[in-house]
């Protein structure tokens, strides 16, 4: 069974541009949630889907947005970036709502 | 969700038990404890989670205290890939399935 995967691996933006990253669940998985992982700290949590709804939302700024589709794969979408958006981007699924979770690989993202 | 404390830092030779404690002294009886490590460069892996009974699986056991303010994560034979970030994570089992991580603990395996 294949994990959760996430594209693109890696991603170059400037400042101000927008950033759309892309996460497909492991089979069978309904919820998915969304992490950032700056150097050197633990992944902070930014965004829980189940079943196409948002579940949970943690302190990050209205730029950031997300959405989840009928397949249970997700988008997270990041306007007018800023240096700081510089990380490791984490999508988690689990089976339900409250299961444990299963990270992918992460979307390393540098904004220049 | 209750905050959780690890050492910074923690060595461990091949082949021996590697274990790796955390407090949590202000769990709550509907919390639990979650352990999950990350191999640099790597997403975070699921270890084991328990709410006050001790838990073994093939990677791991958790031992959580009686009061439930403390665990260790034992890791039997440790190996070098065991080498990693391992992060204790106390989660209330409703709401959001957000997890806190905090800076964990870096085990280093010495061959």
């Known amino acids: 069974d294949a994990g959760v995967t996430q594209s693109p691996t890696h991603l170059i933006k400037t400042r101000g541009q927008q950033v759309t990253l892309r996460c497909s669940p492991i089979?069978?998985?309904?919820?998915v949630s969304w992490y950032q992982q700056v150097l050197g700290q633990g992944p902070q949590f930014i965004f829980q889907y189940y079943e196409k709804e948002e579940r949970g939302r943690g302190n990050f700024p209205d730029r950031f947005s997300a959405r989840q589709f009928p397949n249970y794969s997700s988008e997270l979408n990041v306007n007018a970036l800023l240096l700081g958006d510089s990380a490791l981007y984490l999508c988690?699924?689990?089976?339900?709502?409250?299961?444990?979770?299963?990270f992918g690989p992460g979307t390393r993202l540098t904004v220049l | 969700d209750a905050k959780t404390t690890q050492p910074p830092s923690m060595d461990c030779a091949e082949g021996r038990a590697a274990n790796l404690p955390c407090n949590h002294s202000?769990?709550?009886?509907?919390?639990?404890v979650y352990w999950y490590r990350q191999i640099h460069s790597q997403g975070p892996q699921y270890i084991i989670h328990g709410l006050k009974n001790n838990e073994t699986n093939e990677m791991a056991s958790l031992i959580i205290t009686e009061d439930r303010k403390s665990s260790t994560l034992i890791l039997p034979h440790a190996t070098l890939r065991d080498t990693a970030v391992y992060y204790c994570i106390v989660r209330v089992a409703t709401g959001a399935n957000n997890l806190f991580f905090g800076t964990g603990t870096r085990l280093t395996v010495i061959p």
């Open positions: 988690a699924s689990s089976l339900a709502a409250l299961n444990e979770q299963f």
């Open positions: 089979s069978g998985h309904k919820s």
């Open positions: 202000t769990i709550s009886g509907n919390e639990y």
